[in-house]
């Protein structure tokens, strides 16, 4: 939540450095773990990091066919394209990115990196030549989600106190089981 909050100062530290001895990850949820530390790379503007991140991640997750996370890779890619290259570079990367999750009409992946993405949505609602109709959705939703984030950022957080105690105990790095047996 920090992380689609924008706020990677209270974003565990184990999640913020790519330490993931700290926590116990199946083999399937390492992409899960990976998609996080990459938005958290994405945040602090780690571009050299994260492209190698995007490098390795499809790797990774092909064998599982997370078409998801292969999206969400992609955006990351285009993040990247468009700090270290300029911003045609990351609009030809997010082109491909939007491409790939027409096909399955996937929009969560961008709406939860609309921060990242608006500008260059901008130059590509001017020459997106895929389906209208998608790429219209896709621009609404993260428009909207943008507007949300900066008037949700100033409000406090609602969680109950086992909601943050539970929290603390996933920060820590403990397994659902253990945070169960413990509460």
């Not at 994405?42 to 571009?47: H, N, P, Q, V």
């Not at 608006?118 to 959705?137: H, I, N």
């Not at 939703?141 to 943050?164: G, I, V």
Request: charged share 25%; proline share 2%; glycine share 8%.
């Amino acid at each position: 939540l920090d992380l689609c909050m924008g706020k990677l100062d209270t974003v565990a530290e184990w999640i913020r450095n790519g330490d993931e001895t700290q926590g116990s990850f199946m083999r399937q949820g390492k992409s899960f773990y990976y998609l996080v530390h990459g938005k958290a790379l994405m945040l602090a503007g780690d571009a050299i990091r994260l492209d190698a991140m995007c490098d390795t991640f499809p790797t990774l997750v092909g064998q599982f066919h997370n078409h998801w996370g292969l999206v969400v890779n992609q955006i990351y890619t285009a993040a990247v394209a468009c700090k270290l290259r300029g911003r045609a570079a990351g609009v030809t990367e997010l082109d491909k990115a939007l491409r790939t999750g027409e096909k399955d009409g996937l929009v969560m992946p961008f709406v939860e990196n609309a921060g990242q993405l608006m500008e260059m949505l901008k130059v590509l609602d001017r020459q997106y030549t895929g389906s209208r109709e998608y790429f219209t959705r896709v621009m609404t939703e993260c428009q909207h989600y943008h507007m949300k984030l900066d008037q949700l950022r100033d409000e406090p957080a609602l969680l109950t106190r086992r909601e943050k105690e539970i929290l603390v105990l996933l920060e820590e790095g403990y397994k659902h089981e253990e945070i169960g047996k413990r509460l």
